[in-house]
């Protein structure tokens, strides 16, 4: 079993930066793709960035491309999510999430597991 914990979230004013980390426990942390994705209140639960298992690879949703970054450390079992120029519609629950490949997207289905999530309120 896997478990993920995120921390970092909180309240921010528009224009500043947060970062979350996610830390990973349960497996070999290294051999596998890591993602992030947010749900806002009323919305569904959408992509925002992932990472290859190598860091060789990122993806981003085009809505947050150019202002957050996904990195890992794999000797802490840790991804992060460095989030610059936030923006009130950046509101939401962010969750942590480990797929059971090692490579990975967009795409829900690739994540096996999820962390319990992390709220982030920007303010305008």
């Known amino acids: 079993q896997v478990q993920l914990v995120e921390s970092g979230g909180g309240l921010v004013q528009a224009g500043g930066s947060l970062r979350l980390s996610c830390a990973a426990s349960?497996?070999?942390?290294?051999?596998?793709?890591m993602g992030w994705f947010r749900q806002a209140p009323g919305k569904e639960r959408e992509f925002v960035g992932s990472?290859?298992?190598?860091?060789?690879?990122?993806n981003y949703a085009d809505s947050v491309k150019g202002r957050f970054t996904v990195s890992r450390d794999n000797a802490k079992n840790t991804v992060y999510l460095q989030m610059n120029s936030l923006k009130p519609e950046d509101t939401a629950v962010y969750y942590c999430?480990?797929?059971?490949?090692?490579?990975?997207?967009?795409?829900?289905?690739?994540?096996?597991?999820w962390g319990q999530g992390t709220q982030v309120t920007v303010s305008s």
């Open positions: 999430a480990a797929s059971s490949r090692a490579v990975a997207g967009p795409s829900q289905s690739h994540y096996a597991y």
């Open positions: 990472i290859y298992w190598n860091a060789a690879n990122t």
């Open positions: 349960g497996r070999t942390f290294s051999r596998y793709a």
